[in-house]
């Protein structure tokens, strides 16, 4: 019992030295710099040093246009101190912090106070960490505008300012920040903040929302702070959070009712449930909570619910700080957790998991955001399995983290223009929270993809793996075994055949851990060779993962001639091969994500909105490029062979590409005999040539996108049993009503009244062409595409004439976004990785399109 004093003041000593070098060691690695000044000045008792300060320790960088770096100040009261200047920038502009090593918060401060000669509402530009895009085309004015409903107090001389926070785990031994003005416009900062972070503060996997029970690897993922609430209590102000700095804001606004969780603290004894809890949150924030009002009242019959604005489109890491403030023993208080609808967890037992009374911990979540949803719901309610104990919930903290997509955590949001501050009156600015939903934590995500083109040995894997299933060997001997039509050599764009270029090799756990281990709720397709799922990899990349079912007929060849084609082609319309996995007798292949599926899903058979004319033009006219590219792009031309709707898919933008070359072939040349199995393709869509003469052509695929086109204005499927006998067949049908020039009283119903009659004209007339008996009367798909392209523009004018007549579909609108989106400037496409298009193109012309350099 008895310490003697020498040892109490020993470790005490230890105790408080650790604490001042840990100290020292923080203030040694943080940078606080006054944008825009020379002087610097001391806020809450730091120090934010000018950006212009001599031995200051950065470096700025503006060497394109030195006239962009213009400070400017105001020397009004009204603004924080911080805040009155600022630097402002019409060029490019770099802040490099060296040493920064390691994890950080990094913190941009904007406040709009009115500058010189710009008008601070028109200000748009990109900010780009190391490679990871924070913002893109972002307006603070718009922002600020936009938070509106989360202003936390007005009084005399407020001013509204804006903080991001960001957490980047740094691999370099710099932090660049990049500040980007879009073209025309400029862009300011007023403040930024870089504060060590800890390491503990995430751990590398969370618990998916709905994955039972599964974990998701949120390592190197960038994460921007979205929103950080000290529930059920006031306001917690940076210098109240030792040495993070952070931003806790009060929740009631959040609540939809906010009557339904009754407010409770208690600031005795707290203590972290582990030491790992320590820099996660501070202890102010665990001694106050809610809990269901009426504890009394056994039946609940409700939530506590919280609702946030999110960015759609997102993965987002919820984040729940939980404290047992009033009971002493266990199952007292058991509660389930529902995210966006969903269960997170039941059985929720705060008083077991943390370990006691008064203990502070916290549970993570991982949930996916969907790009049509912009709000996440955090519930909290009774759990009617745990009897009298399931009645009542309790959560003292939450915040709620963005994670970065492929390099990326920018999203581009539609501001109401010149809306700034609706509420403000004339010398009256609001104040607008720090970190209120707004401030932000991001890991830099940098990506180290290893190409590892290991040639696996086959000898001992033949004998153990059922007959269909050999290793993969990408130097070419299995490959070539059955595509003969290859120029051996140094004719080839290409290089070598099935050289490394086929991306990325996947090891078997991560495909595992990118499909929730083949998870039957994402399979987003089936097919001959089976499932194709939904995944996301490590990096938070969407993928779509082909895995061969053992017992397909389509085997190993069609996956080779698949690896072999599309590891080689790129192209803006064509969907890109990322990778593959071959391990343990499994064959998998890694394609991008299509975010629009099929365009048959689009069609018909499904609850889609209908797509107006332009839009199925622009898939035509898409998929037609597609084609094109494969027949001419490649020394040989390729023949797809399997041209139909459900093999043109659509991504995030509407953008159609061609998919699916299991099937694919190079060169004329047939080496089978026998019809049936040389006689490959869809039903329907079969060019009856090929199949009277087994003769395979670019004329065939040009036959069966001339199907293509007939279903994509009619809108029904290619073969329909049902219909009356000279219906079935939709390529006999629609000839049928082509030939007599009236194409019209068979197209989609949906399409009447908002398509250009001459364009349809264009349109039937194309379709008829290729669906020529005779291959040779045919058009090549250069051709095609030229005449689709001039419908196209046939269209667009008769649109914006007699557009607003008639019923302006959700799909226009729809379709407009897209447009503008797929338009919108953006720095840095990728972070660089995975064999994912190097060139991604522009647009490219009608006439041929890229192709991918070795
Ligand atoms: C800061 O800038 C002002 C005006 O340009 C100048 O007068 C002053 O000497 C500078 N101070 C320092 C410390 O460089
Ligand atoms: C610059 O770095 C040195 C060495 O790390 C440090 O002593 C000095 O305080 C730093 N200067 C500023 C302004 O932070
Ligand atoms: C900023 O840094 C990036 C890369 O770190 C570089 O490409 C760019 O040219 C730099 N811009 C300026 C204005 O120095
Ligand atoms: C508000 O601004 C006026 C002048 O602009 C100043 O005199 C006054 O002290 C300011 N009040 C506060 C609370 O900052
Ligand atoms: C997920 O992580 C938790 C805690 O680290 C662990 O107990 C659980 O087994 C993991 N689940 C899976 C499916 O790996
Ligand atoms: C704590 O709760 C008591 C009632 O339980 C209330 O009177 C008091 O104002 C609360 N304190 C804070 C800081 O919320
Ligand atoms: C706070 O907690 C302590 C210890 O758990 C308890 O003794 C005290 O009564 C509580 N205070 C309130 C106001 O609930
Ligand atoms: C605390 O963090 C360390 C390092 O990440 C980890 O090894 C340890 O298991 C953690 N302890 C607890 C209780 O979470
Ligand atoms: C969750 O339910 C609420 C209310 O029932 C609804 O408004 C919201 O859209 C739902 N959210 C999702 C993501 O389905
Ligand atoms: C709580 O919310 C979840 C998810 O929205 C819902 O399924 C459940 O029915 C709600 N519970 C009560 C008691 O309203
Ligand atoms: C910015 O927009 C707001 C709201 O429309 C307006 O009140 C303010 O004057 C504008 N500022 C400038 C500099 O134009």
Not at 23 to 29: D, G, L, V
Not at 114 to 125: A, G, L, Q
Not at 698 to 710: P, R
């Amino acid at each position: 019992m008895a310490l003697p004093v020498r040892e109490i003041f020993g470790l005490l000593f230890l105790v408080i030295f650790s604490a001042f070098a840990r100290i020292a060691e923080a203030q040694s690695k943080s940078f606080l710099i006054n944008c825009g000044t020379n002087s610097s000045i001391t806020v809450s008792g730091r120090k934010w040093v000018g950006d212009l300060a001599p031995n200051n320790n950065i470096t700025l960088s503006s060497p394109a246009n030195a006239a962009s770096t213009t400070p400017s100040s105001v020397d009004s009261t009204t603004y924080e101190p911080l805040y009155v200047t600022a630097r402002i920038f019409d060029g490019g502009l770099n802040y490099s912090f060296p040493g920064t090593r390691g994890s950080y918060f990094v913190r941009l401060h904007f406040c709009p106070f009115p500058f010189d000669h710009y008008n601070v509402n028109e200000s748009r530009f990109g900010v780009v960490a190391n490679g990871l895009k924070l913002v893109s085309e972002f307006s603070v004015s718009g922002e600020i505008s936009r938070k509106n409903a989360y202003l936390l107090s007005s009084g005399s001389n407020l001013t509204s300012f804006l903080v991001k926070e960001y957490i980047l785990a740094i691999k370099e031994d710099v932090l660049v920040l990049e500040f980007i003005p879009v073209k025309g416009s400029f862009g300011f900062v007023n403040a930024i903040e870089i504060v060590p972070a800890v390491d503990t503060l995430f751990a590398g996997s969370v618990s998916k929302v709905g994955g039972n029970g599964a974990n998701q690897s949120i390592s190197w993922r960038g994460i921007e702070t979205m929103y950080r609430l000290n529930v059920g209590g006031s306001e917690i102000d940076p210098g109240q959070d030792a040495d993070l700095w952070r931003t806790w804001e009060v929740d009631s606004s959040y609540m939809i009712t906010e009557n339904a969780g009754l407010k409770i603290n208690n600031s005795s004894k707290i203590t972290f449930s582990s030491a790992n809890e320590s820099s996660v949150a501070p202890l102010l924030v665990y001694e106050t909570a809610r809990t269901m009002v009426n504890t009394e009242v056994l039946e609940k019959r409700f939530n506590m619910s919280w609702k946030f604005e999110v960015h759609p489109d997102f993965d987002y890491l919820v984040r729940l700080h939980f404290c047992e403030l009033i009971f002493d023993k266990a199952n007292e208080r058991i509660f389930r957790i529902y995210i966006n609808n969903r269960t997170a967890a039941d059985n929720f037992n705060v008083f077991v998991r943390a370990g006691g009374k008064n203990k502070a911990y916290h549970q993570d979540f991982f949930d996916v955001v969907s790009p049509k949803v912009d709000t996440l719901w955090i519930q909290l309610g009774p759990d009617t399995a745990a009897g009298a104990a399931g009645t009542d919930a309790l959560l003292n903290g939450l915040e709620i983290f963005k994670l970065s997509r492929n390099g990326n955590l920018a999203y581009v949001e539609k501001y109401d223009s010149g809306v700034t501050s609706p509420r403000s009156s004339k010398n009256q600015m609001l104040w607008v929270g720090v970190g209120a939903g707004i401030a932000s934590v991001a890991i830099l995500a940098i990506v180290i993809y290893c190409f590892c083109n290991r040639l696996r040995g086959k000898s001992s894997d033949t004998k153990n793996t059922p007959a269909r299933w050999r290793p993969l060997f990408l130097n070419g001997s299995i490959l070539n075994s059955n595509v003969n039509a290859k120029g051996a050599g140094s004719q080839n764009p290409y290089g070598s055949v099935g050289s490394v270029r086929a991306g990325k090799r996947f090891m078997l756990p991560e495909i595992r851990a990118a499909t929730n281990n083949f998870d039957e709720s994402l399979v987003i397709g089936l097919g001959g060779f089976g499932k194709v799922y939904k995944g996301e990899t490590d990096d938070g990349t969407l993928v779509a993962i082909k895995r061969a079912n053992p017992q397909s007929q389509q085997g190993l060849a069609e996956f080779e001639t698949e690896i072999e084609m599309l590891s080689k082609l790129r192209h803006r319309h064509l969907v890109s091969l990322i990778g593959f996995c071959e391990e343990q007798n499994e064959m998998i292949l890694v394609y991008e994500y299509m975010a629009n599926g099929t365009l048959r899903s689009h069609l018909f058979g499904s609850d889609l909105p209908p797509l107006t004319f332009k839009q199925r033009l622009e898939a035509c006219i898409g998929a037609a490029r597609g084609l094109h590219y494969l027949h001419t792009g490649a020394d040989r031309g390729i023949i797809h062979r399997d041209v139909k709707t459900t093999n043109i898919l659509l991504d995030e933008n509407f953008v159609a590409k061609m998919s699916d070359f299991g099937l694919s072939k190079t060169g004329p040349a047939l080496d089978h005999t026998h019809v049936s199995t040389a006689v490959k393709g869809s039903f329907g869509y079969l060019d009856p040539e090929y199949y009277r003469r087994q003769q395979l052509t670019e004329k065939s695929d040009v036959y069966s996108f001339g199907v293509v086109l007939f279903e994509a204005v009619c809108a029904r499927p290619v073969i329909n049993p049902t219909l009356p006998k000279d219906q079935i067949n939709l390529a006999e049908w629609a000839m049928m009503w082509q030939r007599k020039r009236s194409l019209e009283t068979i197209i989609d119903r949906r399409l009447e009244g908002n398509y250009c009659p001459e364009a349809l004209k264009k349109f039937g007339e194309i379709a008829e062409k290729c669906l020529a008996d005779e291959g040779k009367s045919r058009p090549t798909m250069g051709e095609v595409l030229w005449h689709l392209e001039y419908a196209l523009q046939l269209h667009e004018p008769w649109m914006r004439t007699n557009a607003g007549d008639n019923s302006f579909t959700s799909s226009q609108v729809f379709g407009g976004e897209a447009e503008e989106k797929e338009g919108a400037p953006s720095f840095d496409e990728e972070a660089g990785c995975s064999g994912k298009s190097t060139t991604r193109e522009s647009d490219e012309s009608a006439d041929g399109g890229e192709r991918h350099e070795n």
